[in-house]
């Protein structure tokens, strides 16, 4: 197949519009989308040679592909809290050191018995060490269970992970031209990977609780500064980690943590969200399109058995170290299946070997092929974690594992329903909230400017209800009513469109009488019409004063 | 991703200054952009390029979601007239002006399309933040600003066939009909049927969206027209509701960044105009705030906007925006305009879009209406004494005046002459104009009134009109109680809307929520 030479907007353009043919296709069979998008890689790259390796190696769509990963990895950040990461810090600790040790290990022994010489099967058993935390990271946040107990877990676990790539990178720098290890390099590596990591986590603790409250409360004011600022510090902190050796994840991490603690958090995850679901799709479909799998083909056995052993062996070795800490039975299992699959770090590892002359070719496309076969298996493993447990918990093969039963934390908090919604904190949202609040109503107020919910009597929301999300954080379709006295037309019918749509009463403010048919004709239930009702005071009011007759 | 990192990290300081001084984010964003440059920063030249690519791609999008044509029917012929207006004067300049200047004809009808396309999301966002959105004016303004768009990315492709033959002139005109029927067919059926009947989840919504930008982009590509092109029909064929209220909720956070990643980029690589330039920049400065301008008003004028509002209007118009950024853009990978001209176009769109909030600002607006002539005011030939003054006849002064007329004497001041028409076919004395302008308000002889009704929208306004009418009593409608507050002080009388509307709407709650018995003491007994 000839492959063609494109520009970076052309590149760009085959990716996305490939990866939604390719989920809308897949849509009837429930693929989860990160396996479309994987698939779209394949086929624009290998099968239909749309896009060229050298088109994936442009330095702007990489950087894209990129940002993808950094904006996600910040969004964890976002959605934990320091206290929060510090509850699984142990277990994450020792079942990410743990499982590296026994995996390479008994990815060596394993490789060895299937006949590989020495230096593949060190390569080969390092590359099924790491686990992928975009992909796991990604289909939580799909699960919307990043902030569950096991989804924090795992998130630590990565954490873990990445520094010892971080290690295992420094090694591989540490190898000469000669290839001899040079001792000083690797020290020194070593020494500014983890004082950077010592030094970003200070300052993500300083920043959290003394530097980033009151400038980024002043910034709340503006939606787009706020965003902005958000955005650049996670830059910032990303550039930091890449001068000290360490991963962007890492750094994109931490700068999304320090900023968790703000009341804009949640504002800032719904905003940031839907940019990193564009640019992460790029990150998929490139890593669809560099998989090489055709060299695969002699090592079909040898695929097979290291991908069972990388979807069984490896939770197995989770399982019984999370278990250990005293974590339930469901909540080791649920932790232990996000590791079932390996990293796209396995595939630039491979790669480095294979520049080097260390591993054959093929070496590199048995990897890529475990790689598909894991991230695909394992997709569907955490999204059916539920129905995946109670097969193998009534099949009993988790008793050997003697973990504690029941549950570690009692469910959310109890979900917000019966509720009114008002947004827009005017002077009419703001009286409007006072008045339902004294008749004893359970409110919730909502608007974009943090300095508008101050003072409110009842709970307060941060955000624009034009993004979905911020109706759904408000749980609004268990709302007994929802309100917006907004002076945005647009806004307003949108939200009576979606919400009549979804059965839920809404009253929005008709400001002009031009757009009065258009609000009953998206659905709304109520017209709160100002101006008809200041006309209609008016009149009594002149009667009041005695300057028109009655 | 250190470029990606430098530039977001200027624009977020530069927003923050922005702000603090109450300066336009594109402006200040492109000269925090060129300082990035001048400090010697190590940016990647490549991504910087390729981040304005992406980001002018975008923002021409965005530009096309986000006026819902819905909102200025009806205003299209009006507003058509000053598109087509500005465009042939700032054109007869340009080409009339060239051969002094030393610029060559086809640089200069570059220079006068880039200066033509005003800035749409400025509008848009300049309106929106005083809350005019829906004023008479506002849509015509609106109309006009994304006529403007569609006419000089038509007039992009047009000059796009210079030096080229018949086939070409063919494949272009293809293209346009090609993106035209893609539009009508997204939008009236793919779109809709997409986002709001095949219940994707969010992260599939905003792939489908991106999807179609980029093919209707390619679709531009192959034909040999603008990307740029492309990317508005792509926004404009998504942007009827409720298809456009839902993409605009996607696309927020891309507005967000796209927008501060266009500016910055743009800043960080131009290329500063020769000083020779200095007097074709000036040239264009004057023509485009003052002279254009001023042949505007006289059209929206005949259309039945007070002065006051016309001058609003001309001065939200008089500036040129990201799109003739965009032009100049396209103009220079064409080979049809130079660095230095498409910095002077970056200069002209950076002064402008900084002075347009106060060429449209009030007290700036009102300062040019004391000073210019107006015409005669047509006398009322009606004695006017003990009647009652009703200042702006919306939603509420309708009210009023069903209610009042035939039971005192009534004199009614609007600036939308159908609404007077109208008054005086019912034999109501009636007077067109800004109800707060002194002179408007002296023909109806408010000394002698019994009282004056305001229902105008601005407390500014208000203010005026209870200080103009000495002793007589004022009632006024304002919406916030703190209004109110400010019109007593004065020795007016106020009621406020927003006080009555939460009154209105507890007795539609109570019927439709009734409390339960429980929640009721009284019924328990």
Known sequence: MEVTERSFLEALGIMMIAAVIIVQLSRRFRVPSIISYILAGLAVGPILGLISPAALDDEAISTVSEMGIVLLMFLVGLELSLDRIRQVGKVALAAGVGQVVFTAAGGLGLCRLLGFDWMESIFISTALTFSSTVVVVKLLDQKNELHSLYGRIAVGIFLVQDLVVVVVLTFLAGLGSNDSLDASTIALGLGKAFGGMALLLVVCLVAAKHLLPRPFGWAARSPRLLFVWSVAWCFAFVISAHVMGLSAEIGAFLAGLSIAQLPCAHDLQRRVHPLMSAFIVVFFVSLGAQMRLGDASNYAFEAVILSLFVLIGNPFIFMFIIARYGYSQRTSFYTSVTVAQISEFSFIFASMGVATGLIGAPILALIALVGFVTIAASAYMILYNGPLYALVTRLGLLRVFRARQGEDEAGEDAARTGHVIVVGMNALGRSIVEALHQRGEEVLAIDTDVRKLAGLPCPTKLGSIEYPAVLAAAAAHRAKLVVSTLRIESANRMLAHRLSAAGVPVAVHAFDRTVVDAMREAGADYLLRSKKEGGARLVDELRRIGEVGA | ?525
């Open chain 2, 1 to 525: 991703m250190t470029t990606i990192a430098f530039l977001l990290g200027i624009a977020a300081v530069a927003m923050a200054l922005g702000i603090r001084a109450k300066l336009p984010t594109a402006s200040v964003l492109i000269a925090a952009g060129w300082l990035l440059r001048v400090w010697g920063a190590p940016l990647d030249d490549e991504i910087v390029r390729e981040t304005l690519l992406l980001s002018a791609t975008f923002l021409v999008f965005l530009v096309g979601i986000e006026v819902d044509p819905g909102h200025v029917a009806g205003r299209f012929r009006r507003a058509g007239a000053l598109a087509l207006l500005q465009m042939l004067a700032l054109g007869a300049v340009a080409l009339g002006a060239a051969p002094w200047l030393g610029i060559e004809p086809m640089h200069a009808l570059y220079l006068a399309l880039a200066f033509s396309a005003s800035s749409t999301l400025l509008v848009v966002e300049i309106l929106r933040r005083r809350g005019q959105f829906y004023e008479p004016f506002a849509r015509t303004v609106l109309g006009a600003v994304l006529l403007q768009d569609f006419l000089v990315l038509l007039a992009l492709a047009g000059l796009g066939l210079v030096d080229s033959g018949f086939d070409q002139a063919m494949t272009v005109a293809g293209g346009v009909v090609a993106l035209v029927t893609a539009g009508v067919l997204l939008s009236r059926y793919l779109a809709p049927y997409v986002l709001t009947r095949m219940n994707l989840d969010e992260e599939e919504q905003i792939l489908f969206v991106v999807a179609v930008l980029f093919a209707f982009v390619g679709l531009a590509h192959v034909c040999d027209l603008p990307l740029v092109t492309g990317a508005f029909f792509a926004g404009h064929a998504l942007a009827r509701f409720p298809v456009g209220g839902l993409v605009r909720g996607h696309v927020l956070t891309f507005s967000d960044f796209f927008i501060t990643a266009f500016f910055v980029s743009l800043g960080a690589s131009l290329v500063l105009p020769n000083p020779s330039a200095l007097l074709a920049e000036g040239l264009f400065l004057v023509v485009i705030v003052v002279v254009v301008p001023f042949i505007l008003v006289p059209l929206f004028r005949r259309g039945g906007a007070s002065l006051r509002s016309s001058l609003e209007g001309v001065g939200l118009m008089a500036q040129c925006g990201e799109l003739g950024i965009v032009v100049a853009l396209v103009g220079l990978s064409r080979g049809h305009l130079s660095e230095p001209e498409l910095g002077m176009v970056i200069v002209v769109a950076t002064v402008t879009m900084m002075f347009v909030g106060l060429f449209s600002n009030e007290r700036f607006v009102w300062g040019l209406v004391h000073r210019l002539p107006s015409r005669a005011p047509r006398v009322v030939d009606v004695p006017l004494n003990d009647h009652v003054i009703v200042i702006g006849c919306g939603e509420s002064g309708r009210v009023l005046v069903d209610e009042l007329h035939g039971k005192v004497g009534l004199a009614v001041i609007d600036d939308d002459p159908s609404v007077v028409s109208e008054l005086e076919a019912r034999g109501i004395v009636a007077v067109r104009g800004d109800g707060s302008d002194a002179a408007v308000l002296g023909r109806v002889a408010p000394e002698r009134a019994r009282v004056v009704v305001s229902t105008m929208r601005r407390l500014a306004d208000n203010l005026r009109i209870v200080r103009a009418c000495g002793r007589t009593p004022v009632l006024v409608r304002v919406f916030a109680p703190e209004e109110a507050d400010a019109v007593r002080e004065l020795g007016g009388r106020a009621v406020v809307e927003s006080e009555l509307t939460t009154r209105a709407f507890l007795g539609w709650f109570d019927d439709r929520f009734p409390r339960g018995p429980e929640a009721d003491p009284g019924s328990a007994a």
